[in-house]
């Protein structure tokens, strides 16, 4: 079984810009999750994706959004980027109980210049 | 409240010995205290996990021991091996949920030959 994939793996943007990242889950996982991954603040929770709605949120600004699909792949996007943005944003899927083990992708690292 | 707090920040541990990595939380609420597990360039991987209603779990070489009343958990690593080089983190969530988790700081363990 394929594991969770993102793409891109790599990306460079500039302040001001907007960039949209992609998640695909495991197949037949249901939830996904997004990180955010600093040296400063570590791993932190963004948001939580279940059948195309948000379901969780973390302690981010509006300029965060995402969205899923009917398939269950998910896209990440985040507006009017900042330096403190660069980051590796990691995506996690999976199966459907909330007690069902999470498995994280390799995640995107984007830096902000 | 919201914190977990997680020590060393780095540790190296000599082939074969024990390594133990500590963390503290302040939320009673917190019901589910997973530990990852996170090579350079990969995601977290899911390593251990355990719920309040025990006090120790092991799987295999690495065992998780959770001390309810002074809110405390930690991961040793017994017979450590250069392949477990890698960054450790500890984390928690209530509500039994696997994804809304609050993650420690990270120690990168380095397991000499």
């Known amino acids: 079984k394929a594991g969770v994939t993102q793409t891109p793996r790599y990306l460079i943007k500039t302040r001001g810009q907007q960039v949209t990242l992609s998640c695909s889950p495991i197949?037949?996982?249901?939830?996904v999750s997004w990180y955010q991954q600093t040296p400063g603040q570590g791993l932190q929770f963004l948001f939580e994706?279940?059948?195309?709605?948000?379901?969780n949120k973390g302690n981010f600004p509006g300029r965060f959004s995402g969205r899923q699909f009917s398939n269950s792949r998910s896209e990440m996007n985040v507006s009017t980027l900042e330096l403190g943005d660069s980051a590796l944003y990691l995506c996690?899927?999976?199966?459907?109980?909330?007690?069902?083990?999470?498995?994280f992708g390799p995640g995107t690292r984007l830096t902000v210049l | 409240q919201q914190q977990v707090k997680q020590s060393p920040q780095s540790l190296i541990v000599q082939k074969g010995g024990i390594s133990i990595i500590n963390c503290a939380y302040e939320n009673t609420a917190f019901d589910y205290f997973p530990w990852y597990q996170q090579f350079p360039g990969k995601g977290p991987a899911l390593l251990i996990a355990?719920?309040?209603?025990?006090s120790e779990k092991k799987e295999g070489r690495f065992t998780i021991s959770f001390n309810k009343s002074a809110k405390q958990f930690s991961l040793h690593i017994m017979d450590s091996q250069p392949g477990d080089s890698a960054t450790y983190f500890c984390?928690?969530?209530?509500?039994?949920?696997?994804?809304?988790?609050?993650f420690g700081t990270g120690t990168l363990l380095a397991v000499q030959p």
């Open positions: 996690a899927s999976r199966a459907w109980a909330s007690t069902d083990t999470q498995y």
């Open positions: 994706y279940f059948s195309e709605t948000q379901r």
């Open positions: 197949s037949g996982h249901r939830s």
């Open positions: 984390a928690a969530s209530y509500g039994g949920a696997t994804n809304k988790l609050i």
């Open positions: 355990i719920r309040p209603d025990v």
